[in-house]
């Protein structure tokens, strides 16, 4: 009798574990659809992901600083990580962005009108507004919306349990942004988190890559002529350098250098910075 019960216990894991599998891979493909980098696994599950109990991590934020206020006061904890940016899967066919959603992303789009842009006689391309992915970083960093602002809240979440006060990344000294404490006497300073709206002192971004082949298939809009800037590297594939240094359509975004979902290097950097800008540029 022992035997034949352990018989079917190996076969109902054996039956278990095609289904655990196509779960994930069903998991990686709707995070692969709202446009941003797939998660491994779910992490509302439990699943080893690296953004976990980082600072990216708004669920887990609360326990790994052990601040058991932060949620009700400061921002709502959704219980999940994911929703601060991504779309949830059962909103995945309503349009977002006619809601005022940045498009392909589970945040409010900035007002773009009121971005200043990095401006050279040296650049080799212009753009007028940052593209939708790094909207989606400025929409908490440029500090004019709340980090918890997002589109579609879980369905599970209690809105009328809610007291959270929705506070931004801002240095200002007032009630709604996190500079009323972070100011670097009550606690650390968050002025590096705050880039604000004018970005004529950070690197440009949403630009054209100037080093892109004139062949480059993921640009298609390339202008007549175009040649590759010879101060700059030729990218290792459509998606940038072998290193981890990534391009979107042949553009320079801030997820270019910058790798939410890895927090092992500081600043969230996709390389070390000693070589993050000769990744690009030559001189």
Known sequence: ??????????????????????????????????????????????????????????????????????????FSDYGNPCVYCHIPPEQADVDASALGAIDGWNRYQPATNEFQLYNSTYLDSKTRTPSPISLLCLSCHDGTMAVDMVVFKPGNFDNAADTAMHMRINGADNTISCGKCHNGRVAHDISIKHIGQDLRNDHPISMRYAGLPPHYAGFPDAPKGFVSDPDFRLPHSEKGFSNGVRLYEGRVECASCHNVHNPEKDLFLRVNSDLLCQTCHTK
């Open 1 to 74: 009798m022992q035997v034949v019960k352990t018989g079917l216990r190996n076969l109902r894991r054996a039956l278990r574990w095609p289904l655990v599998a196509t779960l994930g891979l069903l998991c990686g493909a709707w995070l692969q659809a709202t446009h941003g980098e797939a998660i491994i696994g779910d992490p509302v599950q439990g699943a080893n992901d690296p953004i976990l109990g980082s600072k990216h991590d708004f669920s887990g934020l609360n326990r790994r600083a052990g601040v058991v206020a932060m949620p009700t006061v400061a």
